[in-house]
């Protein structure tokens, strides 16, 4: 997923709109939002309510933001490693607290 949702499209967004291949911040941070929001736009097409799809586009594009920026930064392993922090916490620690208030 980190590869074909944010490393290829931000490598081919900065190959086709950075000559110098090295973008300014404002330039990263208008290529980094229409790949933030790819994430975003496939997990809201795939919901089932309204409410659903507009939480979790919302929160994947706030985490691909923070996601890119990671990468930026710290490289693409900091930026999965990231993302496996987020799993822990959302699917599993998150998920466990459901369970028990929901059953």
Request: net charge positive; aromatic share 16%.
């Amino acid at each position: 997923a980190e590869v074909c949702l944010h490393a290829m499209p931000l490598a081919l967004l900065i190959y086709l709109f950075v000559p110098s291949g090295i973008p300014s911040d404002r330039t990263f941070w208008l290529l980094a939002i229409p790949v933030a929001m790819l994430e975003a736009a496939i997990q809201a097409a795939t919901a089932t309510t309204t409410a659903t799809a507009v939480f979790s586009a919302l929160q994947l594009l706030a985490f691909g933001l923070v996601q890119l920026h990671v990468f930026r930064r710290f490289g693409f392993v900091s930026m999965y490693a990231f993302r496996l922090v987020y799993y822990s916490l959302w699917h599993i620690a998150w998920g466990a607290i459901r369970l028990h208030w929901l059953f």
